[in-house]
């Protein structure tokens, strides 16, 4: 009985060290310019995983990444970088993220990740109210999910 207990525990332990192990992560980097125009987080789409990670690298200065109010699964931890630094955030929670850049919010640098299932939050993220371009950057960005 004892050896079975023994074996189970391995067996328990080898399946979460897999399981911690395909966490992928990703990279999105903050940019003056690219082929996309001025202002950009590249990709500013993603769909990845719960317990993914997403590192969002300062290419350029004068930018940081927050996550916008309103556009979190319940639960999810709000995060913001500092200006200027890279920062990496592990995403636990499905749903629909919205992503933006503070000082350049307005000019439409935002990024949407979803996380596993989208349902969770899409209606609410859909109906935040966005400034100037980050609408329309918005709009394209809904439409992927479900490409």
């Known amino acids: 009985m004892r050896s079975i207990r023994l074996a189970l525990s391995v067996v ?6 897999a399981g911690a192990a395909r966490a992928d992560e990703v990279e999105v980097d903050m940019m003056n310019m690219d082929k996309h125009g001025m202002f950009q987080l590249e990709p500013s789409f993603l769909k990845i995983a719960p317990g993914d990670t997403v590192h969002f690298v300062a290419k350029d200065k004068g930018h940081d990444v927050e996550s916008i109010s309103g556009m979190l699964p319940d639960g999810a ?3 913001k970088s500092e200006m200027n630094k890279d920062t990496s955030v592990t995403f636990t929670k499905s749903g629909v993220y919205g992503i933006k850049c503070n000082p350049h919010y307005g000019m439409g640098m935002v990024a949407l990740v979803v996380v596993g299932d989208p349902s969770s939050n899409l209606k609410a993220a859909e109906s935040v109210n966005q400034p100037g371009k980050a609408k329309k950057s918005f709009e394209e960005l809904f439409k992927q999910i479900d490409q």
């Open 12 to 17: 328990a332990a080898t399946l979460i060290a």
């Open 77 to 79: 931890q709000p995060f």
